[in-house]
C-alpha cells in the first residue's frame, strides 16, 4: 500500500514531470538489466547448462 495524504495517496500529488522523471528511470532500469542478461546468456547453446562461473 502507498502512503496517504488525507484520503489521497501520494502517487496523486505528484506532478507530470516527477511521473515522467520516474517512468524514465524505470525504464532505463529495466533496459540496463536486459542488457545484462543479454550478455550473460550471449552465444549460449539453447537447452543446454551454462558453463561454470569464470573467477
Do not use: C, F, L, W
Request: aromatic share 2%; hydrophobic share 35%; no cysteine.
Amino acid at each position: 500500500m502507498t502512503k496517504r495524504i488525507g484520503n489521497k495517496d501520494i502517487a496523486q500529488h505528484r506532478s507530470k514531470e516527477e511521473k515522467k522523471r520516474v517512468r524514465a528511470s524505470n525504464i532505463a532500469m529495466e533496459a540496463e538489466k536486459k542488457a545484462i542478461a543479454a550478455a550473460k546468456y550471449r552465444n549460449q547453446v539453447k537447452g543446454r547448462p551454462a558453463p561454470a562461473a569464470q573467477a
